[in-house]
């Protein structure tokens, strides 16, 4: 079999990537002046809950898979769960040499009236987890281990881009999406992550953006890539399928609800009152959804079925996300409800329907973004914390930053993929597409 040149290039990053970790300088030992805490600051409650939602969020992505794999064509199976699986090992990579320092390093932005607003970090403060230690850092997750801090950003990190597989499923060249979700993790998740969740973050300090567990920087994000991923590469030769394995989705949705435990309640980094909150809003709005999903398929002449029981619950769990800590039981019930409506709403729109996104990854995880930072930027409690609790200057500096990440993510989604396209064509070849990803890209079948 003839090797092509992409995979010879693709085991030379690795085995460079290698090498250079062999050699890469220790870590200090001491923590660094004015940044990192003495190790009396971790507090032992806080690290057991921060390591357990670390597994808890990885846990989602093999969900993902299972999620997603249920839900395409048998012949499309095996490929579509291991675009999810490979994020494991792909952003993982990513994260420890310069995701990581991209995303939480030092700040590099811009002055506005004499105050500095960060748009990406410095790609060499933590390079290759340098620095990065069992010192508490001073601003961010003062009571665990910088590396537990770390360790638990990187789930998030791994996540997002395979949520957007589901809009290009069935059609992609696998080659072709390693290469674009590094370069959406390069140049549209980092800066993105560091401008909401970096202290002096452009959107979270000038704009003052609420999201608790990124409904912004992860779900909108993906959403608005998997729309610019569905427009680019075109529809499918044959639109229509049956889900190959409805089981494997309401297992995937079993786990990604478990899972999504450690992303909300974990993201109030520690064990406390916030994270118990966290944890009952989370669970209440995926139950309401998921009921008011089925509800409103049946008023609207539809069948309650397993797949859109399955679709509300995490449409409920993607919505309640940005809010997760900010609002109350109460709000989570609305939030879940009003959530669900409008995705169902946009999954059966016409217009919507003419760009194959292929699992309606847009309608789901991008719409159910926008209504959860919406909804947060209404309802979310504390000082000057939202329309409700602030008046509409807080709420319209949301909806502007609304727009600007609207707008970076899905235009600058575009420009990735057509980039990716100029170095590696995105879509296989029509036999291939034709005979089934499985077999055309990995040689595997699981009949």
Same mark, same amino acid.
């Given at each position: ?21 062999? /050699?890469?300088?220790?870590? $200090?030992?001491?923590?660094? +002046? ?76 811009? =002055? ?9 970090? &410095?790609? =060499? ?5 340098? &620095? ?58 980092? +800066? ?23 409904? =912004? ?21 044959? +639109? ?41 809003? =989370? ?11 089925? /509800? ?112 970076? $993510? ?38």
């Amino acid at each position: 079999m003839k090797i092509e040149k992409r995979w010879i290039i693709s085991f030379i990053i690795i085995s460079i990537i290698s090498i250079a970790a062999l /050699f890469w300088p220790e870590q $200090t030992s001491l923590p660094l +002046p004015r940044t990192f805490l003495g190790e009396d600051s971790i507090v032992g409650a806080d690290v057991a809950w921060i390591l357990a939602s670390s597994g808890l969020v990885l846990l989602m992505t093999p969900g993902l898979s299972f999620f997603y794999g249920g839900m395409v064509g048998k012949k499309n199976m095996i490929s579509t769960m291991l675009q999810s699986f490979i994020a494991l090992g792909v952003i993982s990579i990513f994260w420890v040499v310069v995701g990581f320092s991209l995303s939480f390093g030092e700040s590099i932005g811009i =002055t506005i009236n004499g105050e500095h607003y960060g748009l990406i970090g &410095n790609p =060499t403060t933590y390079m290759f987890f340098n &620095n990065v230690g069992v010192f508490p850092h001073s601003r961010m997750a003062s009571t665990v281990p910088f590396i537990l801090f770390a360790l638990f950003q990187m789930k998030f990190a791994v996540i997002t881009p395979a949520l957007i597989t589901g809009s290009f499923a069935e059609r992609v060249r696998f080659i072709s999406y390693l290469l674009f979700m590094v370069l959406f993790s390069l140049i549209i998740y980092t +800066p993105l992550c560091h401008m909401v969740w970096y202290p002096d973050g452009l959107l979270n300090k000038y704009f003052g953006v609420k999201d608790f567990a990124g409904g =912004t920087v992860v779900h909108m994000s993906a959403g608005f890539a998997a729309l610019a991923g569905a427009m680019m590469i075109g529809k499918r030769k044959n +639109p229509h399928h049956e889900p190959s394995n409805i089981p494997f989705v309401i297992l995937g949705t079993g786990m990604l609800w478990f899972g999504w435990f450690g992303f909300n309640a974990g993201s109030a980094l520690a064990a406390n009152a916030t994270a118990a909150m966290a944890f009952g809003t =989370t669970t209440i709005a995926s139950g309401t959804a998921m009921l008011s999903w089925i /509800f409103f398929d049946r008023v609207n002449g539809r069948k309650v079925s397993a797949l859109g029981a399955c679709i509300g619950a995490v449409v409920g769990l993607v919505a309640i996300t940005p809010a997760a800590g900010f609002v109350t039981i109460p709000h989570a019930i609305f939030i879940g409800f009003i959530s669900a409506i409008v995705s169902n709403l946009m999954c059966n729109w016409k217009r919507l329907k003419k760009v194959d996104d292929t699992l309606d990854v847009f309608a789901c995880h991008g719409v159910g973004g926008i209504m959860g930072m919406i909804l947060t930027a209404i309802l979310a409690q504390g000082e000057n914390a939202s329309l409700i609790h602030g008046g509409f200057e807080v709420f319209a500096h949301h909806m502007m930053a609304l727009v600007l990440v609207s707008a970076f $993510t899905f235009l600058g989604s575009l420009i990735l993929y057509k980039l990716t396209d100029m170095i590696i064509p995105l879509r296989v070849a029509e036999d291939s597409e034709n005979i089934g990803l499985d077999l055309s890209q990995h040689d595997e079948s699981h009949a």
